[in-house]
């Protein structure tokens, strides 16, 4: 998985509590993504990050926030996670020419 | 929004026989992008194709691209059972603004041994 780890990998929240999921690279990678995966919907982008404090939203980002305060380590919170968050999320690293993937944390929000 | 659509959505061939599986986008692209997925892993690059090239071969993978009708496809040839897995098509229509890509709804291909 290229250097990429994600933390947790598995986790069951309530709805209404903060969720931060962690995306960790050895590559010194500038660009990193988070994307969410849900069944007839492919992979979505939520936001992602050409930098150390520079981010920008992707095509889902309400709900969720990030950070990237070293070029190692980008978090995804979920402010107050809701029923609809439940879904599986992938952190990768790359530009437009070639992506890779983290192995996925899979959310459940009850 | 997705750019890409995949199709079919599923797929079920014998081992020994091609695969090929079609992505429609639309709007123009920089490149377009095959990743595959295994069950419970993430996405894998497998090949990419620039909107100036109408065809690229890796191995046993064959991408063919139309920017005219706005679609390519997807050719494995004499699959394995190993080859079980979800293909997403990735396009990069940024203008080269950003890197970021917009994946399609994948095509899930079941290879019977």
């Known amino acids: 998985d290229a250097g990429i780890t994600q933390s947790p990998r598995h986790k069951v929240t309530e709805t209404g509590t903060p969720v931060t999921l962690r995306c960790h690279q050895t590559?010194?990678?500038?660009?990193m993504y988070w994307y969410r995966q849900d069944p007839g919907h492919g992979l979505r982008l939520i936001h992602y990050s050409y930098g150390v404090k520079d981010t920008d939203k992707g095509e889902v980002s309400d709900g969720y926030s990030v950070s990237r305060s070293k070029t190692e380590d980008f978090l995804l919170t979920l402010e107050s996670a809701t029923s609809s968050q439940t879904s599986v999320y992938f952190c990768?690293?790359?530009?437009?020419?070639?992506?890779?993937f983290g192995p996925g944390t899979r959310l459940t929000v009850t | 929004s997705q750019q890409g659509e995949e199709d079919p959505q599923a797929l079920s061939i014998q081992e020994g026989e091609n695969a090929t599986m079609n992505c429609s986008y639309k709007t123009s692209i920089n490149n377009l992008q095959w990743y595959r997925q295994n069950s419970g892993r993430g996405l894998v690059h497998l090949i990419l194709?620039?909107?100036?090239?109408r065809e690229k071969h890796s191995g046993r993978l064959r991408v063919t691209l139309d920017t005219s009708k706005k679609s390519s496809s997807l050719l494995i040839t004499a699959s394995r059972a190993a080859d079980t897995a979800s293909y997403f098509c990735a396009t990069d229509n940024s203008g080269g603004a950003t890197n970021k890509l917009i994946f399609g709804t994948g095509t899930l291909l079941a290879v019977q041994p």
């Open positions: 590559e010194n990678h500038r660009y």
């Open positions: 990768a690293i790359g530009d437009r020419d070639e992506q890779y």
């Open positions: 194709i620039r909107s100036n090239e």
